[in-house]
């Protein structure tokens, strides 16, 4: 079974920064494609941002030139580096990341992200 850790959430003011990371408990690379998703009360779980094995990413348009996604397959982690932050990025944040082999899904439990006026 594949474990998720997702840290560095917390609460910012409006044009603040945070840096999300989540560590995978196996090698990231056995991953076709890991994400970051994000849930806000009373709204469905939306992507944000994901990026392939390839190293290629994918950013939502309300986070482009905004957000960064990287990879560091050496601590097995990906990192999620939030600036210009805005009131409606408040939500919680999953890690997500889909296998290569049999394209099974694994999800963390979520870091809450609060961006306050």
């Known amino acids: 079974q594949v474990q998720l850790v997702e840290s560095g959430g917390g609460l910012v003011q409006a044009g603040g920064s945070l840096r999300l990371s989540c560590v995978a408990s196996?090698?990231?690379?056995?991953?076709?494609?890991m994400g970051w998703y994000r849930q806000a009360p009373g709204n469905q779980r939306e992507l944000v941002a994901d990026?392939?094995?390839?190293?290629?990413?994918n950013y939502a348009d309300s986070v482009k030139g905004r957000f960064t996604m990287s990879r560091d397959s050496a601590k097995n982690s990906v990192n999620l580096q939030m600036n210009s932050l805005k009131p409606e990025d408040t939500a919680v944040y999953y890690c997500?990341?889909?296998?290569?082999?049999?394209?099974?899904?694994?999800w963390g439990q979520g870091t809450q992200v609060t961006v306050s006026i």
């Open positions: 990026i392939r094995i390839s190293g290629i990413t």
């Open positions: 997500q990341a889909k296998e290569l082999l049999w394209g099974k899904d694994y």
């Open positions: 196996r090698s990231i690379n056995s991953f076709s494609v």
